[in-house]
């Protein structure tokens, strides 16, 4: 990707940029809270990784065994996200997914709920959210942070990384239940609904955390975390999230209404023409 780094005066206002199958506009905060980029951060992840490691450990190699055990692949899935500075790292995850071959139109890189590509031992780890537990790793390594916007594909990331991506954040909590909501979206229309409608309120919500982070803010966002697992239901999503996409659909069906009226009347007027 080429293009400078400065941090544009405006909130929220897409820049063009050109990289290798990167997002083509980006959006960039107004400044970065001097948290983001701390020493003290740094240190609380470091910390808090390496003990939770430890008391995991052996949490990690029973899901390892039980993916092992039940479906054919490794235990681990490895992806490449955009971190810090619009730089790639791998994430690591449980595999939670079929392995199979690539076949031509196979597109979709999005998950939902039930999904034909999930495990049976997959789709309780994401629904525990087990299967970030490996990310532990990532965060101790210095890719990632416990807080802070989630790391996603090239093609999909709209915002400008001037923060080490989170394992949780804002927008994370706000969107738990994603692949519940993406349930009813037809398959065709699933990566364009993420990337266009899902991803850019994400940004907003990320880029005001990269604004106004602290360590407070922090330890909220991983209690809320937290206590959002321990009360999670695979049939609720949240109300935030359910008000955010009621409005936006009517927005997005008043639009394709004026959009159809316009078009019967050019249809029209053409048939008016040729008569």
């Given at each position: 990707m080429t293009g400078s780094w400065t941090v544009s005066s405006t909130s929220l206002r897409p820049e063009k940029t050109a990289g290798d199958g990167d997002s083509e506009f980006l959006f960039r905060p107004r400044f970065v809270s001097p948290w983001c980029r701390s020493r003290f951060k740094r240190c609380f992840d470091v910390g808090l990784s390496f003990v939770l490691l430890i008391l995991f450990s052996p949490l990690m190699l029973l899901i390892s065994f039980l993916i092992k055990a039940t479906s054919e692949g490794p235990a681990l899935f490895r992806q490449r996200r955009v971190g810090l500075n619009q730089k790639k790292f791998v994430i690591l995850k449980f595999r939670t997914m079929k392995i199979r071959r690539h076949r031509p139109g196979d597109t979709l890189t999005v998950?939902?709920?039930g999904d034909s590509r999930?495990?049976?031992?997959?789709?309780?780890?994401?629904?525990?959210?087990?299967?970030?537990?490996?990310?532990?790793?990532?965060?101790?390594?210095?890719?990632?942070?416990?807080?802070?916007?989630r790391p996603k594909l090239a093609e999909h990331?709209?915002?400008?990384?001037?923060?080490?991506?989170?394992?949780?954040?804002?927008?994370?909590?706000?969107?738990?239940?994603?692949?519940?909501?993406l349930h009813g979206v037809p398959d065709d229309s699933v990566e364009h609904y993420v990337v266009n409608?899902?991803?850019p309120e994400k940004c907003r919500l990320d880029i005001e955390y990269m604004e106004t982070a602290n360590f407070v803010s922090d330890l909220k966002i991983i209690w809320r975390t937290v206590f959002k697992l321990g009360k999670r239901s695979r049939n609720i999503i949240s109300s935030d999230a359910a008000r955010f996409l009621k409005a936006r659909h009517g927005r997005e069906k008043s639009a394709a209404k004026v959009y159809e009226v316009e078009r019967a009347e050019a249809l029209r007027d053409d048939a008016r023409q040729s008569a």
């Amino acid at each position: 990707m080429t293009g400078s780094w400065t941090v544009s005066s405006t909130s929220l206002r897409p820049e063009k940029t050109a990289g290798d199958g990167d997002s083509e506009f980006l959006f960039r905060p107004r400044f970065v809270s001097p948290w983001c980029r701390s020493r003290f951060k740094r240190c609380f992840d470091v910390g808090l990784s390496f003990v939770l490691l430890i008391l995991f450990s052996p949490l990690m190699l029973l899901i390892s065994f039980l993916i092992k055990a039940t479906s054919e692949g490794p235990a681990l899935f490895r992806q490449r996200r955009v971190g810090l500075n619009q730089k790639k790292f791998v994430i690591l995850k449980f595999r939670t997914m079929k392995i199979r071959r690539h076949r031509p139109g196979d597109t979709l890189t999005v998950t939902r709920h039930g999904d034909s590509r999930m495990t049976k031992v997959g789709s309780i780890l994401r629904r525990l959210k087990l299967d970030e537990l490996p990310q532990l790793i990532n965060v101790l390594r210095g890719e990632m942070s416990f807080v802070g916007p989630r790391p996603k594909l090239a093609e999909h990331e709209h915002l400008c990384m001037l923060c080490r991506p989170g394992i949780t954040g804002a927008a994370t909590l706000l969107f738990s239940n994603e692949e519940h909501l993406l349930h009813g979206v037809p398959d065709d229309s699933v990566e364009h609904y993420v990337v266009n409608v899902l991803n850019p309120e994400k940004c907003r919500l990320d880029i005001e955390y990269m604004e106004t982070a602290n360590f407070v803010s922090d330890l909220k966002i991983i209690w809320r975390t937290v206590f959002k697992l321990g009360k999670r239901s695979r049939n609720i999503i949240s109300s935030d999230a359910a008000r955010f996409l009621k409005a936006r659909h009517g927005r997005e069906k008043s639009a394709a209404k004026v959009y159809e009226v316009e078009r019967a009347e050019a249809l029209r007027d053409d048939a008016r023409q040729s008569a």
